[in-house]
């Protein structure tokens, strides 16, 4: 039976930032960046897709590869998390005409 393509396990990308330097927070620290980022990118999937792009270049491997289809789409480009908020029926032409809210 076929398996969905996946990215890689967390840990499995934890381990290997570790590998090279030392802990998550150290690497924050050499990028720049707040101590807690690269920790919180892993467990939050779309909490900075600059750093799950960033993370997936440390490791040489494309963002599609790291973190899957949940994240990215094959071309690189990010999964959008966001819902469309479209009104799914026409509002009344009497619904506030005078434009003050409620």
């Excluded at 039976?1 to 990215?7: H, R």
């Excluded at 789409?73 to 409620?102: E, I, Y």
């Amino acid at each position: 039976m076929a398996q969905k393509p996946s990215g890689m396990h967390v840990e499995d990308i934890k381990a290997a930032l570790r590998k090279k330097y030392g802990s998550l927070a150290a690497l924050s620290r050499h990028l720049g960046k707040n101590p807690n980022l690269v920790s919180t990118t892993i467990s939050q999937p779309g909490h900075s897709v600059l750093m799950e792009r960033e993370i997936a270049a440390i490791l040489g491997k494309r963002p599609y590869e790291v973190w899957g289809p949940g994240r990215f789409h094959v071309d690189g480009s990010p999964v959008r998390t966001r819902v469309d908020r479209t009104p799914t029926c026409p509002l009344p032409d009497a619904h506030r005409q005078n434009g003050a809210a409620a």
